[in-house]
Structures are given as C-alpha cells and as structure tokens.
C-alpha cells in the first residue's frame, strides 16, 4: 500500500465547475500536509499548505482529517489555468528528515472551455 | 531572487555510464533535498542534505548512487554504472531552515536523464 494514495483521475470539467479532489495517507505521525501543483514538464509547486482547521486560499479550499488521515483540495469556478497535476504531499513522519516529502502519484485535472 | 538551479537540464547516456548531476540552491538555504520523478512511481525521495551532512540516505535504490554537498551549498548527484531504469527525472529542492516537516520547499526544474 501506497504511504499516501490519490485517485489519479484524470478530471475533466468544464470552465466554471467545481472540482474536489481527496488523498489518504496511511502514516498516523505525519505533522504536515500540502498540496502542490504540477505544470506538464515542470517541477512542483506549492499551492498551499493544509490545517486541521482546514484553510482557504482565493478559490481553493483545503481540508485535513487527521482522525481519519484524509486530505481534501476543492476549487471553485475552475480556470482553464488550473489544468495541471495536483500532488497530495505529506511530511514529517519521523526518522532523521522530518522535512522530507512523500507524495501521492497526482490528480490530472482538465479544465475545458 | 534566484531559485534553485539544475543541471543539465537534459543527458542522455549509455547504459553502464556515469553521470553527474548538479543542483545549485537557493543562496542560503541549509536543507537539500533530491528527489525522482519516474512513469509509474511519481515523485519519491532520495537523500537530504543539512548542510554537509546527509542525515538521511534512505531513497537512494543502490549503492550505484550517491551525493555529496559542499560549502553547504551546491549538491552532485552521481549515478554509477547507469541502467535503464535509472531514467527519470532529478529534481532537487531546499528550504530555509532546519529542514523541519512544515518548511516549504522550492524545487528546481530537475535533469531529464534517459539511459539508452
């Protein structure tokens, strides 16, 4: 079993939908949650980082379960621009680099006209 | 400011070739990390850098792999004896402090390898 799993879609919507994509991971010591983005042939980016409060960030919303250890991301009124990969990243489970990353294999989202 | 830099960008080799590969961080920057990207096993973790000192070697897949960091700044990647299922892509991130589990890390826009 994969350390954090995400439904690898891909999603198509049109422009204007609303889209939530979800991850689970299986590590209970993770500390810290992520999501980033992923142009095609480009390196990752941060889109933002994930709070148990659950925080937003303009049209994207990202929500953390810890009793559950899922993850979610929702966008709202979807841009041609939010095509991408968005990559559910967990850190923090230990060992001797609490910094390093594990992440999910990535949602393809497709935003159409 | 500058971001984090790579390279080559692309290097093609032959099978049972070495390759260097570079990584330049951000000025500043303590922690370092290496990354591949490969089709079918998405993004996983190599090695991590805290200054000089890797700390953590566990993502590397063989002893044909190793890295080292100077001046606590630029990284090499060196893969020994390349196979084919070395190719993928080398991505190279750092961030500011102590390479703590909220930090955010800046990625550079990787090496292309494929090994032929």
């Known amino acids: 079993r994969k350390e954090v799993e995400q439904d690898p879609g891909p999603f198509n919507v049109p422009e204007g939908a609303t889209v939530a994509f979800n991850c689970t991971y299986s590590?209970?010591?993770?500390?810290?949650f992520f999501w980033y983005r992923q142009d095609c042939r480009k390196e990752p980016k941060l889109l933002m980082s994930?709070?148990?409060s659950g925080n937003e960030d303009g049209r994207f919303t990202a929500q953390l379960n810890r009793a559950s250890q899922y993850i979610s991301l929702l966008i709202r009124d979807s841009k041609l621009s939010d095509s991408a990969t968005y990559l559910c990243?967990?850190?923090?489970?230990?060992?001797?680099?609490?910094?390093?990353?594990?992440f999910g294999q990535g949602t393809i989202l497709t935003v159409h006209p | 400011g500058a971001g984090v830099s790579q390279s080559p960008s692309n290097k093609v080799t032959e099978k049972g070739k070495d390759v260097e590969l570079r990584c330049d961080p951000i000025?500043?920057?303590?922690?370092l990390y290496w990354y591949r990207q490969s089709l079918g096993q998405g993004l996983e973790f190599l090695i991590y850098?805290?200054?000089?000192?890797?700390?953590?070697k566990s993502g590397l897949p063989s002893d044909r792999f190793s890295a080292e960091r100077t001046g606590g700044s630029v990284s090499t990647l060196t893969i020994q004896r390349t196979q084919q299922e070395d190719s993928a892509v080398y991505l190279c991130?750092?961030?500011?402090?102590?390479?703590?589990?909220?930090?955010?890390?800046?990625f550079g826009p990787g090496t292309r390898l494929t090994v032929l």
């Open positions: 991130a750092s961030s500011a402090t102590s390479g703590g589990a909220s930090d955010t890390q800046y």
């Open positions: 590590n209970s010591a993770s500390q810290s």
């Open positions: 994930v709070y148990s």
């Open positions: 990243v967990v850190s923090g489970a230990g060992g001797t680099s609490y910094g390093k990353l594990t």
């Open positions: 000025s500043g920057h303590t922690a």
């Open positions: 850098f805290q200054g000089n000192s890797a700390p953590d």
